[in-house]
Each structure stands twice: as C-alpha cells, then as structure tokens.
Nanobody, 122 residues
Framework: QVQLVESGGRLVQAGGSLRLSCAAS????????MGWFRQAPGKEREFAAVISARGGSTSYADSVKGRFTISRDNAKNTVYLQMNSLKPDDTAVYYC???????????????WGQGTQVTVSS
C-alpha cells in the first residue's frame, strides 16, 4: 500500500504562488493515477486535480483550472501541485491520494496523507 506525505503548505498573500509536494512510499507508485484534493474549514473535501500514472493526462476542477498545474516524477515517487494566482478561497488543507477510475471521474482509494495547510490572506 502506498503511504503519502504532503508538504509545502504555508501562509501566502493573494496573488502569490506555492508548490506542494507529495512523497509516496512503495514500489507501486508509478502504477497509480494520483490526485490532489482539498478541504476548507466547514466544507467537504473536494477534488482539485488529477494526473495519470505516467503523467500523460491531467484534469482539473473548474475552480483551479488555469491557475494550478499537477505533475509527477515517478523516479522520485513524488507528485506536485504548482499553485499560482492564489485566492483566499484556495485556503484549505491539501491532500494527495491515489485514484482509480477515469481521469474525468477520479475516485480516491487507499490511505490519505496528513495533509498540508495552505492559507491565502487577502
């Protein structure tokens, strides 16, 4: 089973940028599509971005499309989320997770990491 550790979250001003990282253990990392999800205070966890196992396909939630970019380095067992033009509404705990199903309808499975807090001030 893949174990995940997210990092890179911090306080940033609106309009700024951050890059989140998710380090995965296990030799099967490159077999899975990976997704980033986020959970804002008082809200349900929501999908943000997904990348296919080999990195050839990506998909984004409308709320982050054009501002966030997901990528992965299978040699390093790491998936990234580059976040630009950040808004206060992006404030949330960000989680990575393995996903199944199509890129258009990713379904998280397996264990979640502890998440990393992103706070965007106005």
């Amino acid at each position: 089973q893949v174990q995940l550790v997210e990092s890179g979250g911090r306080l940033v001003q609106a309009g700024g940028s951050l890059r989140l990282s998710c380090a995965a253990s296990g030799r099967t990392f490159s077999s899975y599509a990976m997704g980033w999800f986020r959970q804002a205070p008082g809200k349900e966890r929501e999908f943000a971005a997904v990348i296919s196992a080999r990195g050839g396909s990506t998909s984004y939630a409308d709320s982050v499309k054009g501002r966030f970019t997901i990528s992965r380095d299978n040699a390093k067992n790491t998936v990234y989320l580059q976040m630009n033009s950040l808004k206060p509404d992006d404030t949330a705990v960000y989680y990575c997770v393995a996903v199944k199903g199509s890129i258009a309808t990713p379904v998280p499975f397996g264990s979640w990491g502890q998440g990393t807090q992103v706070t965007v001030s106005s």
